[in-house]
């Protein structure tokens, strides 16, 4: 026993050794290989972070950096100044806070397609809700122009119908694009949007509808009752997430879908700094907004996580 | 029999006018739904009605049929200069975007489960942290170009080969693995990339095909970065091309009388009709993998979700 215990010991300690050895040798292994997706990961998402020192200086394209002026906050200073950045404000807070108002309507939607008895038509309405999803803005631009252009498939109908006697243009109409970009959005995004919703509707205990029904409950009333106050949750934290997003509003879209008419009201934060940097070749000025934009969006994203947190006691990110 | 119908005549009629109200929800319900069914499906049917019309005839207008019916629309667009390389570049973008993005993502997701890698945590946070900033246009627009990325096809995969989003959820699947199958290819002598390839990858498969058909659905639609970085006319995707098809008329009447004047058939096609037919031909992929993403697309979300 005497003699035994150390010996095992010893060679509990040697293994250990060995094993760390080969651990250790492991380790370089292992670290080895995933060196070049770190690297990877450097390069392309933190090395296009050193390009916001543009933002302080006077860079023009063609002339290296080392050549142009050191100017310090001065193009922060200019974003205040400047009478552009008022309306492109608007325009990004009205375009999200209009898909925000409209966050509902995908719960609506799934609400009512829950609410379908026939498996077959069940399917048919989602999986046509759906498509819109997977086709990218191009192709929404291409079937709206179809759609609403002058001699589009709407304008012909109307006129056969008698209904008008000159075109209404859709796409170009000054006054309405905040109203038909957020129907387009929502065109694109309704079924898709509403997939989580209804995985949520599905695993609400039936026995609550059950025993509502015997309690003599009509459909409005289970859903409003039953339903609605089980899928809150997922609505809030989807909600939150998109106050988050508020100066993201789609780049793609508004690029797409913007023309003469209406340029004005449709540019966004987002479209106003591609102008300024590719269109104008103002540097440096563009990457000052898109830095001011990335600020605020990283202060919105902890704001609502920690109110997220303190008032649901869970955080979303 | 009839006792019990007297018995509960009052909680029949009741029952009758719950019915009627029933009856009435389902209407309004089934109603709502079959609008919202046509207005989502029937742009895509009057494209692909416009595109097998007459050219001609189509002009006129369509609606429910096809005015006509021709295929000469997709005989011209299959014919229009660099629409074919298009089609050849959106495919390999489409293909070699998936399979790399897939490749790194799960490897690099399986390193991530092994807990002799030092630093394993720290690895692990630089790469998902990428998912919550974006240094923005100009800076991403110049680091692209510092690299050589500029009219390189390279633009196309490279950026996107490893996503956060895509390594979390090949982490937590290969997590839920039993450890036994790895360890017992260990022991028959087999390195890490070795189990990788031959005991996790074919175990991963579930959530790789979610991710594959993820990535190459959003290789297909991204033009962006062809839009912004690629001029090269051999580099074009086919998005891009319908994107400056539909912004320029002038250019496609240009193509058009570029092949009028080569003696071609092009007097009986339309413009809209091409467009139309160009539109088809980029959508066309998408329908059909359409039963494929539906089922792999929910449960990708649904596993986000639950991270989420």
Sequence with gaps: MEFTEPATKRKAARKAARKSKLYRKDGIKLLLMALPFVILAFAFSYVPLFGWIYAFFDYRPGIPLSNTEFIGLENFRTMFSDPRMGPVLINTLALSLLSIATAPIPMLFAIMVSEVKSEWFKRLVQTTSTLPHYISWIIVFSLAFSMFSTEGAVNSILFKLGLSDTPVNVLGNYDRVWTVQTLLLLWKSVGWSAIIYLAAIVSIDSEQYDAARVDGAGRLRTIWHITVPSIMPTFIVLLLLSVSNLLSAGFEQYLVFSNVMIADRIEVLDLYVYRLGLVTGDYSYSTAVGIFKSVISIILLFTVNFLSKKFRGQGIV | ?308
Excluded: H
């Excluded at chain 2, 945590?121 to 680091?143: C, E």
């Excluded at chain 2, 450890?179 to 175990?203: C, H, M, N, R």
């Excluded at chain 2, 062809?226 to 496609?252: A, C, D, G, I, R």
């Design chain 2, 1 to 308: 029999m009839s006792t019990r119908t007297i018995a509960s005549q009052s909680g029949a009629s009741r029952k009758r006018s719950l019915d009627w109200k029933n009856l009435a929800f389902n209407a309004c319900n089934y109603f709502i739904l079959s609008v919202l069914v046509i207005v989502t499906i029937y742009p895509f049917y009057y494209i692909f009605i416009y595109s097998i019309s007459d050219s001609i005839e189509a002009q006129k207008g369509v609606f429910l049929w096809p005015a006509g019916f021709s295929l000469e629309s997709y005989r011209t667009t299959i014919a229009l200069p660099g629409i074919m390389d298009a089609a050849l570049v959106s495919l390999s973008r489409t293909v070699l975007g998936t399979v790399l993005t897939v490749c790194c993502c799960s490897f690099f997701a399986y390193l991530i489960t092994k807990d002799e890698l030092p630093y394993r945590k720290w690895i692990y946070r630089f790469v998902l942290v990428t998912m919550y900033f974006n240094a923005g246009f100009i800076p991403w627009y110049l680091t692209m170009k510092a690299y050589g990325l500029q009219n390189n096809f390279l633009l196309y995969i490279l950026p996107s080969a490893l996503v956060g989003f895509n390594v979390i959820l090949i982490k937590t699947f290969i997590e839920q693995l039993p450890v036994s199958l790895e360890e017992s290819a260990k022991i028959d002598g087999a390195g890490y990339f070795k189990i990788f390839t031959s005991v996790i990858f074919p175990l991963s498969m579930p959530i790789i095909a979610t991710i594959a058909v993820f990535a190459a659905v959003g290789q297909w639609n991204t033009w962006f970065d062809n839009y912004f970085l690629v001029e090269n006319p051999k580099l074009q995707t086919l998005q891009l091309v319908l994107y400056n098809l539909l912004n320029q008329s002038s250019n496609l009447s240009n193509m058009t009388t570029d092949q009028l004047s080569r003696g071609d058939l092009v007097r009986t096609l339309t413009p809209q009709s091409i467009r139309m037919t160009i539109t088809m031909l980029v959508t066309l992929p998408i329908v059909l993998v359409y039963p494929l993403l539906q089922r792999y697309f929910v449960k990708g979300i649904m596993l986000g979700a639950v991270k989420g």
